[in-house]
Every structure is written in C-alpha cells, then in structure tokens.
C-alpha cells in the first residue's frame, strides 16, 4: 500500500510565487512591513526575495520551491545575513510553511 504524506507532496508542488503569496498575506495580517523588489533584473545578484519589518525586528528571506538550488550570489548574501546580530535571515520552502516554521517566526 502507497502512503502519500499530504505535506510532504503539496510542499512539492508549490511554486515560490504562491509561497510569497502566503508569506506576505501572513505577514501584513501580523503587523510586518513587506517590501520584495518586482523585478530584480536590474538589481545587484543574489540579493533575498522579502524584507520584513516590524518594531525593531528585520527578517531578511531568500525562498525556494522545495528542490530550488540557490545561486552562488544568494549564497554569499545569506552568509554574510546570517552573521548580523541584527538581523534574522531565513531560506524558506514550502516545507518551512506547512511545519508552521514560517508562521513562528513572524510572530
């Protein structure tokens, strides 16, 4: 008999735009500032999809489909983020919505 885990398959499928989607509906329901650049063709490589703030806390978030590979650039970005004392930088899939991660750190 096939098991399907429910989570594990619609992580699979979700797209990064529908993640954004969900992430900013959160975010502006829980009091967060949102700002994503549109269109980041013309922006320095790498830089994170979202960020959020609210009274003195930053999160800074790069998101990924759950198989999403990150660049080289993101990379850098991410790691030089994760050392702020200041600052919460996430990488965040679907999976990171549906185990309620996401949510957690936004309240």
Not at 29 to 52: A, E, I, K, N, Q
Not at 78 to 88: F, H, I, P, Q, R
Request: hydrophobic letters at 45%; proline letters at 2%; a negative charge.
């Amino acid at each position: 008999m096939l098991v399907v885990d429910t989570q594990s398959y619609l992580a699979q499928a979700m797209t990064e735009a529908e993640l954004q989607a969900r992430i900013k509906e959160l975010a502006l329901c829980l009091g967060w500032m949102y700002y994503h650049t549109r269109d980041s063709r013309r922006s320095d490589l790498g830089f994170p999809d979202l960020v959020l703030v609210r009274d003195e806390n930053v999160i800074i978030a790069e998101l990924k489909r759950e198989k999403g590979r990150l660049t080289a650039a993101q990379e850098t970005w991410g790691a030089a983020l994760s050392n702020c004392k200041t600052v919460d930088y996430y990488l965040w899939r679907p999976a990171h919505w549906y185990a309620g991660a996401i949510e957690e750190a936004l309240r």
